[in-house]
């Protein structure tokens, strides 16, 4: 008999769980388990599933039932119902590309670590006047990158990132070398085409790049 895998404790910090947290849309709920599967295999234990598709609940919670080892989120929370479902469903994060607060209240009573989404230093100012001091800097890329980061680190030390949108492999380790960047979010391991072809392997191999990142 095969020994039963034990979920891992419940986070209370995303940011140190791994370098890379794949952000993944899926069309068809059924791909949900194979593929946190061989994420896991490669080294990342942390997934963001999207409700931007209306299989993102239900993929929430098969993974959260199927795949104890993994640490499954729901990514692109935008409404109060949205974050109480997605938690009902057994999310164990909640990631959003912005946040009111309302939308940031809500997350927060659902009693599970939150990286609301933040592109400009006010924003993240506000968050930090409400304890928050992990975040999701997003768009990435498109809202200065690298260097908006590092110039953020200096005049608020108690801010820390997961950097989200535009980022690939290449990009990665400079994010990763900032003091103020816990880990980055991508969808390099997660390629459309590896999704479509039901490539495991290929996914678990990409995973397995990813997650050298952090060595």
Same mark, same amino acid.
């Given at each position: 008999?095969?020994?039963? *895998? ?40 942390? *997934? ?83 304890? *928050? ?56 391991? *997660? ?25």
């Amino acid at each position: 008999m095969a020994a039963s *895998v034990s979920p891992p404790p419940e986070p209370s910090s995303l940011l140190g769980l791994a370098p890379v947290i794949p952000v993944v849309v899926l069309e068809d709920a059924a791909d949900a388990v194979p593929l946190a599967r061989a994420l896991v295999a490669g080294g990342l234990p942390v *997934v963001e599933l999207t409700l931007r598709t209306p299989a993102g609940v239900e993929a929430i919670r098969a993974v959260a039932a199927e795949v104890p080892e993994a640490v499954v989120g729901a990514g692109t929370v935008l409404t109060p119902a949205q974050a109480e479902e997605a938690v009902d469903a057994g999310a164990r994060f909640l990631v959003s590309p912005g946040w009111t607060d309302r939308l940031l209240a809500a997350m927060r009573g659902c009693g599970v670590p939150v990286l609301p989404g933040v592109s400009t230093a006010s924003e993240v100012v506000a968050l930090l006047e409400r304890g *928050v001091t992990e975040m999701k800097f997003f768009p990435a890329e498109a809202a200065g990158g690298i260097p908006y980061l590092k110039s953020l680190a200096s005049p608020l030390p108690q801010a820390r990132f997961c950097p989200t949108g535009g980022i690939d492999e290449a990009r990665a380790p400079g994010y990763l070398a900032l003091p103020n960047v816990g880990c980055v979010g991508g969808t390099w391991m *997660v390629p459309g085409d590896a999704l479509a072809a039901q490539d495991w392997p290929r996914v678990q191999r990409l995973a397995e790049g990813a997650a050298a990142l952090g060595g």
